[in-house]
């Protein structure tokens, strides 16, 4: 490799050489992230006179000086961008030189056609939080501080491009001193867009009963001291309210979950950034993998699962059942001062109404959770938009997905091929997200939620119109999920765009193409709760080969019918009668009175016929005895999981044939007596379990290699969240000689099925 000439050999060289000019046209994410201030800065640095604008979303740089040195300038540009910056050079033209003395930042140029890149919003940099916790600063714990290089993005932008009147700082007219700094281009904040201070910027209040609070200082106080008092505040973030209590406090924890209603489903915890790497009061609560601490000091501040110590000191009622929490770092001014002064863990669990999104309005807020905080801080910086916390898993050495949120979304990928209509693709029903395509780009909002509840509809069609707006894009066909009763369905129909209906698990195979491009021919497991098949049955535990646009069902389980329909969902027990009845077995665990039930499925009636591996898990949740009934999707299966932690089983091997269509169907029924043994421990169960669907895996896909030839193989579906399965189907398929994928940058669970309903109707409109 070689090396850098020495400085003196540069200085000695530059000196003699005649100066040139060149433009250069930079792409990429380099809107709202300080990339303007950043070329200022590199260009006086080398000693290069010129310009720099934006340019619809581009940005335009024209230079002149030394060639070497503008070489060196062109490898720093887009060797060490600032850390949001994601630039890539789109060309680069010679010039004619001017003789310009000096460079200077021109104003941005709007017209003509654009391609803006929505920034995302970021946690406070270490610059803010130095100023933050330095006495003679004037913006000294100053919960709203922020520079170029941090802050809100996407939750305050009224409309692009991003300038400060097209966002929510509109309404703060810049003290002197801010002002200065906005207009200096020397200075980190310089077009800082949310710059603020004490005394111009956004303010706290707190509400507690009668009493109210509006100096920033005090509120902040009363917060502390209310969550140290073993109270629940609702507090007001970048792009919603969390709830927060003490994490260590079972009582409150208690109220909390009584109140919400949330008796079960695992909670977020807050922790202090302590330590040279920030991470010391989570490792001592946690087991932090190389990976996941990567991902939590990372830009976005993601809430990551991990294995929580014996002597965690949390109370057991953040995650009830289970081996893991969510841990998130601090990723404001506000969250920083109040975990600090707290000092220690906190909840911090999404202000909402069990599957809408996150409310965003103080009066909102306090109409909507009156009865579940205690108190509410306040902040006057409005919130555009909702933007839930991002969530992931370390899963087989990387951090997957499990929601897209703040930090993360909107998440642009590079289509494949470019589309000749722009497309609206509007999820599924349940972890809802919605796409927009056009030429070659495809967007993924943030996370929506459940579309059962009016309000989650509301946030839905506004993010869909929010989308459009913001990139200056007008779908011109929508996608959909072919379940008719399915929300976002419904609202396809009546947009008066042609729709293109796409089956749930064509669009869960369909992503992993999006992420993969270079795969030419895929065999995906599509595996999940139930999805509308092609058949008109629910699909769910199925294999399908091929590429987007052109899939076949290759394998699949064997079939068995739900006592009950949706409500299996929620009620593992009936997932469990079911495949007992199936196989002729009694259970003795079963309710007592079940016999209109055995009758309604004896005929068909609210029965329909399943192939899904996330009722599998279900049943086996119950039949083993860890649980019976649920208090949220995915309950069973995750407290399955946890509870065969540690534990190694052999796999029970599990029939395949081929069935008079000609999919390969596994048979299931040898699982049954392993599950109801009472001899054997649970944790022994459900390891054996885990292992012999992962085996049953690579049974499929080896018989369908000998069948179809080659291919790669793709994990996609809810079950896959399952990090014990995914690990060891993984590992068998990739020793049986496979090449497999599992999701990275999107979740592999509905929340990326926009992303294949794309992949999939780009083949029809393409």
Known sequence: MSQAPHSNEVAAKTATESPIACRLLIGGQVQGVGFRPFVYRLAREHGLAGEVRNLRGRVEIRLEGPPLQIEAFQQQLLGRPPAIARPHLIERQAATPRGDSGFRILPSTTSGPHEHHLPVDFHVCDDCLRELDDPADRRYRYPFINCTQCGPRYTLIARLPYDRPNTAMAGFALCPDCEAEYRDPASRRFHAEPIACPTCGPRLSWVSGEQRIDDTPAALAAGVAALRAGQIVAVKGVGGYHLLCDAT???????????????????????????AG??????????????????????????????????????????????????????????????????GPLVATSANRSGEPVLTGAAEVEARLAGVADAFLHHD??????????????????????????????????????????????????KNAVALAWDDRLVVSPHIGDLQAPRSRDVFARVVGDLQALYGVCAEVVACDAHPGYASHRWAQQSGLPVLPVFHHHAHAGQLAAEFPEVDRWLVFTWDGVGLGADGSLWGGEALLGRPGDWARVASLRPFRLPGGEQAARAPWRSALALCWEAGIDWAGAPADTALLRQAWRQGLNSPSSSAAGRLFDAAAALTGVLRNASFEGQGPMRLEAVAKGVQAAPVALPLAEDAQGIWRSDWAPLLPLLMDPDRPVSGRAAAFHASLAQLLVDQACRLRERHGSFSIGLSGGVFQNRRLAEDAMARLTAAGFAVHLPECLPVNDGGLCVGQVMEAAVVIS
């Open 249 to 275: 406090d079972d009582a409150a924890i208690e109220r909390l979950r009584s109140r919400k209603p949330r008796p079960d489903k695992p909670l977020a915890v807050l922790f202090p950034a302590q330590g």
């Open 278 to 343: 920030r991470l010391d009061a989570v490792r001592a609560c946690c087991e932090v993998p190389t990976e996941a601490a990567a991902r939590l000091t990372g830009p976005a501040r993601p809430i990551v699962l991990c294995a929580t110590r014996t002597d965690s000191g949390l109370s057991p009622r953040v995650a009830p059942g289970l081996t893991e929490v969510g841990v998130m770092l601090p990723y404001s001014p506000l969250h920083h001062l109040l975990s600090r002064d707290f000092a």
């Open 381 to 430: 910086r409005p919130i555009l938009r909702p933007a839930d916390d991002s969530l992931l898993r370390p899963i087989a050495g990387a951090c997957r997905p499990l929601r897209l949120g703040r930090g993360v979304a909107p998440l642009e990928l590079t289509l494949p091929k470019p589309l000749s209509r722009p497309l609206l693709a509007v999820g599924g029903h349940m």
